[in-house]
């Protein structure tokens, strides 16, 4: 057990030594006086035009979080779907146990007001 730990703790320490190695050569790697035309801000290679920090609204984020929860959920279906023919009874209630808590999920978004666009 002592061998398992310690190939973790190799692993852990090589991986903290390789990312300090990265960040040091490339601190010395660095332009020292980087060019104004570098420094200056743009889009897609072109001048912005009006102000450049535009604040959104918190509604796109939270459409963008919810998709993302459920799509990452959703896509356990999958494996379950194409085993589902040699599954017996047992898969098939926790599967509608997952179903049932996402359905939970989106009850709970949708009385919180979640997906109102305003």
Do not use: H
Request: with cysteine; proline share 4%; hydrophobic share 60%.
């Amino acid at each position: 057990m002592a061998k398992q730990f310690g190939t973790l703790f190799l692993f852990l320490a090589g991986g903290f030594v390789l990312s300090l190695i990265i960040v040091f050569v490339n601190w010395i790697l660095r332009p020292r006086n980087p060019n104004v035309a570098k420094s200056r801000t743009y889009e897609c290679g072109l001048e912005t035009e009006g102000p450049t920090w535009v604040q959104f609204k918190i509604s796109y984020y939270l459409y963008a979080l919810i998709f993302v929860v459920f799509d990452v959920e959703v896509v356990f279906l999958y494996p379950w779907a194409a085993a589902f023919k040699n599954a017996g009874l047992l898969p098939f209630v926790e599967m509608a146990i997952f179903i049932g808590v996402l359905a939970l999920g989106i009850w709970f978004a949708w009385k919180k007001g979640a997906f109102e666009w305003n």
